[in-house]
Nanobody
Framework: QVQLVESGGGLVQPGGSLRLSCAASGSMFSVATMGWYRQAPGKEREFVARIHSGGNTYYADSVKGRFTISRDNAKNTVYLQVNSLKPEDTAVYYC?????????WGKGTLVTVSS
């Protein structure tokens, strides 16, 4: 069983930045595909970014150039650096891990972008 725990959310002004973290339990983190999704109020959950075990990264068009996903296998942690935040980035951000064909989810961290 894998547990994912997100942190780093909060209230930030438009144009601001945050770094979200997701700490994973277990010993297989280095071979897992890790990702971030988000769900805005009244909307469906959507893909944000993904990083494969080899380091390849993928982003939703809406966040390209503003968000950066990275991982530290020594710390079993995946990060999402979010810059140039916009009000429409307001959402609960969820960490996702794909381990041997099984998806795991964290409980999310809330990011609110407002002046």
């Amino acid at each position: 069983q894998v547990q994912l725990v997100e942190s780093g959310g909060g209230l930030v002004q438009p144009g601001g930045s945050l770094r979200l973290s997701c700490a994973a339990s277990g010993s297989m983190f280095s071979v897992a595909t890790m990702g971030w999704y988000r769900q805005a109020p009244g909307k469906e959950r959507e893909f944000v970014a993904r990083i494969h075990s080899g380091g390849n990264t993928y982003y939703a068009d809406s966040v390209k150039g503003r968000f950066t996903i990275s991982r530290d296998n020594a710390k079993n942690t995946v990060y999402l650096q979010v810059n140039s935040l916009k009000p429409e980035d307001t959402a609960v951000y969820y960490c996702n891990g794909l381990y041997s064909g099984i998806y795991y989810w964290g409980k999310g961290t809330l990011v609110t972008v407002s002046s």
